[in-house]
């Protein structure tokens, strides 16, 4: 099983992020999807901001 993360301020930035993806990969299986909500800092000392984090467990299709 494989993991991805895709981290941004922006949901629609994100879906386009996962839209590219799946496109690169064809047809994976998806087994599970997690979407939460953090507190980032872009740079030590920072301040932080709300970030969206999904992260998606997926398997490949075996190519026989």
Not at 26 to 55: F, L, Q, R, W, Y
């Amino acid at each position: 099983m494989k993991v991805k993360i895709f981290m941004d301020t922006s949901a629609s930035t994100i879906e386009g992020q996962i839209n590219a993806w799946l496109d690169q990969l064809g047809s994976p299986t998806i087994i599970k999807t997690e979407t939460a909500v953090a507190n980032v800092a872009e740079k030590p000392n920072d301040g932080t901001h709300p970030c969206i984090v999904v992260t998606v467990w997926y398997e490949l299709q075996n190519s026989n």
